[in-house]
């Protein structure tokens, strides 16, 4: 299983809660933003990917991507 977040359009804490819950259930995530994003170090299982800054490039991002 792999959780992806569209982070242009997620509240920063809701970001930390999900940084938390990758790290205590080994829970692949990747964040897609168009803006380069600053991870917080120690956490294996993020990643994150940039988009081009169209409107809802993320969101069509996750969609072609999530299986």
């Known amino acids: 299983m792999k959780l992806w977040i569209d982070a242009d359009a997620a509240p920063q804490i809701v970001k930390e809660i999900c940084y938390r819950t990758s790290d205590r259930l080994k829970l692949e995530t990747v964040l897609v933003a168009n803006m ?32």
Do not use: F, K, N, T
């Open 36 to 67: 380069r994003l600053q991870l917080p170090l120690g956490y294996a299982h993020l990643s994150s990917v940039r988009v081009d800054g169209s409107a809802d490039a993320a969101d069509r991002y996750i969609a072609e991507h999530a299986e």
